[in-house]
């Protein structure tokens, strides 16, 4: 934090992390409440889509009516199951839910300079997007891969940019920021596997039961999605392994999955925070979210603000 001002704009890199990411808004809504200026803006996933939202001119307080008002009925309709090999999830719903946001703006008419951080599925690669239409730029930048299709920019196929910058610290330095300031709102994976079905309660159901019953009856698609909701249940009937001395529940199918992203996307940020430091670092406390309870945004929210709110007071006051 060391010769760090705050009446200057500052550098935002908004790291990935699905539903987790909606504290975003809420460290976005601390910057607005305390007059903190931002001039450019990287993100990866979930963070490329508010990110995009913001230097798009999108305030915060229109972000928290946006994601307040979501509900499992309206997010079964916006992840709409895909009957397709490239993904699970259709763009069906997706897109028209993006277009509505941002329309046909493209990067370079944003309000605030801004990049989308994707990932190239046949060479492996970070591609940051920082022209060209917007609503391509933030969809290529949350597929995350199976559960999205691929999309086509250019001579470039592309997924979640979450694979290999997590929280692109090195972009928004890249685009001419001096100070940068990264949220991140990964997990250790202790944390991550930690988190169990149990935390649902009626108000946040189990979204794959809800998804399953919109896939046509009698496809090959009900088929898989069958089996991988067995596995989603599976938790209490796993087998138990010894782990550190103590029995540990074997995870799931979605867990593994989760938990593999999780391990590689904290070690990614770890390894580029190593190389190109941010300024301060903002986490947000939530762990107790999983990744795709979009419908806890309050709480989300209020993380971000917290933990923003705890980061950044002292400098506020000097």
């Known amino acids: 934090m060391r010769n760090f001002n705050l009446n200057q704009p500052a550098g935002l890199a908004l790291g990935s992390g699905a539903a987790r990411g909606l504290a975003h808004i809420g460290v976005l809504k601390y910057f607005e409440n305390t007059g903190i200026k931002i001039g450019w803006i990287a993100g990866s996933s979930m963070g490329a889509l508010v990110g995009a939202a913001y230097a798009a ?10 994601v307040e008002n979501l509900n499992w009925k309206l997010m079964i309709k916006l992840f709409s199951p895909s009957i397709s090999s490239r993904g699970m999830i259709s763009d069906r719903s997706l897109m028209p839910f993006l277009q509505s946001l941002f329309g046909e703006v493209k990067i370079e008419d944003l309000k605030i300079p801004f990049s989308a951080v994707s990932t190239d599925l046949y060479i492996g690669e970070q591609i940051v997007v920082s022209q060209g239409n917007l609503v391509e730029a933030v969809r290529a930048s949350i597929s995350i891969p199976v559960i999205f299709h691929p999309v086509r920019i250019g001579k470039y196929t592309l997924v979640d940019g979450g694979l290999v910058d997590p929280v692109p610290v090195d972009v928004v330095k890249q685009m001419g920021a001096d100070k940068v300031i990264a949220v991140d709102v990964s997990l250790s994976p202790i944390e991550a596997i930690g988190i169990s079905d149990n935390n649902q309660n009626e108000s946040h159901p189990n979204i794959s039961s809800r998804i399953y019953q919109k896939i046509p009856s009698g496809t090959i698609y009900q088929r898989m999605a069958r089996f991988l909701l067995r596995s989603d249940k599976a938790d209490n009937s796993s087998p138990e392994i010894q782990l550190t001395g103590e029995t540990t529940m074997i995870p799931n199918l979605f867990k593994i999955f989760w938990q593999s992203v999780t391990i590689a996307e904290q070690e990614l940020t770890r390894l580029h925070f190593e190389i190109c430091p ?34 950044l ?6």
Not at 57 to 66: E, L, N, P, R
Request: hydrophobic letters at 45%; zero cysteines.
């Open 57 to 66: 001119g999108i305030s915060s307080h229109d972000m928290v009516q946006i």
């Open 278 to 311: 941010p300024d301060i670092i903002i986490k947000p406390d939530v762990g107790f979210i999983q990744l795709w309870e979009f419908t806890r945004a309050k709480e989300a929210i209020e993380a971000g603000e917290l933990a923003a709110k705890k980061e």
């Open 313 to 318: 007071n002292n400098l506020i006051k000097n």
